[in-house]
């Protein structure tokens, strides 16, 4: 059993910043890789960014630049700092893990992000 709790979003201005958490618990199991996925309504999830537990990044194109991606594998959690937010932006972001020998995948329940013109 792994358990995400996501945290940090909201509406922000076009221009600003905003910080997501993704704090991920498992009582067996070692936590791999993090990831944050964003999806627009009608658009495919995208990958926003992801990093190994050695602190290895890869963005998608559209937030190079703009965001970084961190953890603290002490805690197992993961942060998203979003600089120069556009509306395009707009999307609910999820957070997703690796988790055991196996690398599972388990996802968070996402947290919408509000970028206003």
């Known amino acids: 059993q792994v358990d995400l709790v996501e945290s940090g979003g909201g509406l922000v201005q076009a221009g600003g910043s905003l910080r997501l958490s993704c704090a991920a618990s498992?009582?067996?199991?070692?936590?791999?890789?993090m990831s944050w996925y964003r999806q627009a309504p009608g658009k495919q999830r995208e990958l926003v960014a992801t990093i190994t537990t050695g602190g290895s990044t890869n963005y998608g194109d559209a937030v190079k630049g703009r965001f970084t991606v961190s953890r603290d594998n002490a805690v197992n959690t993961m942060y998203l700092e979003m600089n120069t937010l556009k509306p395009e932006d707009t999307a609910v972001y999820l957070c997703?893990?690796?988790?055991?020998?196996?690398?599972?995948?388990?996802w968070g329940q996402g947290t919408q992000v509000t970028v206003s013109s």
């Open positions: 498992s009582r067996r199991f070692s936590i791999n890789r």
């Open positions: 997703n893990v690796k988790v055991g020998l196996r690398d599972a995948d388990y």
